[in-house]
Each structure stands twice: as C-alpha cells, then as structure tokens.
C-alpha cells in the first residue's frame, strides 16, 4: 500500500496503521517496540499528525502542511502531548505518566485525537505502569495512547494485553542510504559507509551524517571493545567500574557493541551477510583466529542482557563486571 508518511522502512507498520484508521478499527493503544533510534518516535508523532491532519481528503493525511500537522511537528500541539525520562536515571516516573493520564482524560482543545506519546516506556518500573492501568481498562472515546520501549521483556503483561503491539525491524541498509542521498544530499561513498554502520537504525544514521561527533564516539567505543579481548579480568573489573558511572551513555555504546558482536558471529559462521562495521572487518578478521562462533554467541547475548536490563534497579557496576566477564580473552591473558 502506497503512502505518504515521512517515515522510512517501516513500510509494514505504517499500511498497518493506515488499514486501522481506513477501516475504523483504531485501538485506544499501541506499543511500538523496536531498538533505538530505528524510528520509534517518528512513527508516532506521523502517526499522530495523520489522526488530526486536516486534509479533506483522508488518503493524503498526513500532509505535512496543515496548522496541525505544523504544530504536531513542533511539539507545541495541546492535543498531543508527550512524556520525558528523568534525565538522571533514565526511568519514566509514575508523577510523568499520572499527569498524562490526567490531561488524556480531557476532551481534545481542537483536534479529532488526544493522542498520548510515551517513550521508553520499557523503563517504567511497574508501579508507574500500573498508574497508567485505568485510562487503559476505560479510555476516552477520543484518546489514542503510543507507548514507545526498545523491548517488551519490562512491561507488565497486564499493559500488553491491552495494547496493539506494532514490531518496528531494523531498516536495509539500502533503504537507510536511499535516505541519506535523498534527504541530506549525501555522497555515495559516505551514505554507504554510514547506512552501513547504522545497523538499520534510520535515526541514528540521519544523525551520524550531520554530526561528526557521533561518528568519533562510535570509533571510540568499538577501540574500546576491541582493547577488552587484551585485557586481564582486573583491567575488567577496573572498566565496569569507570563505564558504570554513566549509565545514559552506556545504551549507546552497548547498542553499537551489539553491532560487532553480531559481525563477528556472522563471519565465524561464514555466512554470506554483510558486516554493518566495514570498517572494522580487518580486526574482525584478525579477531577469528582466537574466537569462534560460539564465544561470539556469549558475548552478543551477555551485551544483549545488560541492554534489556538496564531499564531495571540493578548494580550496574557489577552487571558490567557479569558481561566483560562473558567476553573472549580472558584465556590467553591468563596464560601469559
């Protein structure tokens, strides 16, 4: 199905949503769940414009110029309202989420849709998401609510079963580089590099291309991961205790810690599939002399646990401790 939402690679979420709102079978919640930076927040606010667009005619909305699609754009519109994560912690806490249900409950200033954005819901402790239950179980006719979270592995089972779950998967890397080289006027060679490294997450690639400073931090982080195979388990346990002093900026770096793990488990498993990190498919090379499919299996699934977990009240030092430990290596340190 054809569309017009400025959403890219999520082609099967957004003629899903399009039947909904066609065939007037709209749910009072969704839960859209993908990794980040693949697009979450952009199919929601789309998705929130194309509920109130004010285009006659139903199969152009969104059309991106209305006054409300401008203000939706904005995040200054009163009908759509969207909720923070405490810039400390990185939960959403239960004060964030009892006043969005307060606001829902209210009838719309000017629109068709009081629509709700909630991202990282997945970080709520439950009892934040039970204070969002009632507007479940009894929501206003008029009331769409867009829970965002990178898994459903937190969420209590009660919020799921009443939410439409819509699975947003990492976008090809063509489709990522389509996009670079038509809306940022990329260059071939720099749009394939950067598609590459993205790992299919559209965001993060937008944002890599017009800011250098991304791209550094992604080579610093894999040095670093590449730098933990030679360490000793106390350089380890030294490196948990350094990375668990900022947690906001730890999500990032396992995300692209994943990203490798994954290369080099595909490449031990000589699979036909392309590294995300091309740049890097020396070291990996070099890396397969002493790791094989297996260790690459327990690294990527240890890094996979600390990122779903993290949403979670742990002692995250010792977590860090938990994974580095899970990494290859320490064999050959301890024989030296």
Excluded at 163 to 192: F, H, M, T, W, Y
Excluded at 277 to 304: C, K, P
Aim: net charge neutral; glycine share 6%.
């Amino acid at each position: 199905m054809a569309h017009n939402w400025p959403v890219y690679g999520h082609d099967g979420a957004v003629d899903f949503l399009v039947r909904g709102m066609t065939n007037g079978r709209l749910r009072h919640a969704y839960l859209i769940v993908g990794a980040p930076s693949t697009g979450k927040r952009t199919l929601a606010r789309t998705f929130a414009m194309a509920l109130n667009c004010e285009d006659a005619d139903p199969a152009r909305r969104p059309c991106g110029e209305c006054r409300t699609c401008k203000l939706i754009t904005s995040g200054n519109h009163p009908d759509v309202m969207t909720t923070e994560t405490d810039p400390s912690t990185g939960a959403l806490k239960i004060e964030a989420i009892r006043g969005i249900t307060s606001r829902i409950a209210m009838k719309p200033y000017q629109a068709r849709s009081r629509v709700a954005i909630l991202p990282d819901f997945d970080h709520a402790q439950p009892r934040a998401q039970d204070a969002l239950l009632k507007t479940l179980e009894e929501p206003p006719d008029y009331a769409v609510l867009v829970l965002l979270a990178a898994s459903t592995e937190s969420i209590l089972p009660t919020i799921l079963s009443r939410s439409q779950i819509v699975q947003l998967r990492p976008a090809a890397a063509s489709v990522v580089r389509e996009v670079l080289v038509q809306r940022l006027g990329l260059g071939s060679e720099q749009a394939d590099s950067i598609s590459r490294f993205s790992g299919g997450r559209v965001g993060w690639a937008l944002r890599a291309a017009q800011d250098e400073s991304i791209l550094q931090a992604r080579a610093e982080a894999l040095d670093l991961l590449e730098s933990i195979i030679g360490m000793t388990r106390g350089q380890r346990f030294s490196l948990a205790d350094k990375l668990s002093n900022d947690k906001a900026a730890l999500a990032e770096r396992l995300e692209l810690w994943l990203t490798y793990w994954r290369d080099v488990l595909l490449q031990a498993e000589g699979t036909p599939v392309k590294v995300c990190n091309v740049d890097r498919r020396a070291a990996i090379e070099r890396l397969l002399y002493t790791v094989d499919s297996d260790q690459a299996r327990a690294a990527l699934h240890a890094t996979r646990a600390l990122l779903d977990r993290l949403s979670y009240n742990i002692n995250l030092r010792l977590a860090l401790e938990v994974m580095l430990l899970d990494y290859p290596g320490l064999e050959v340190t301890a024989a030296r």
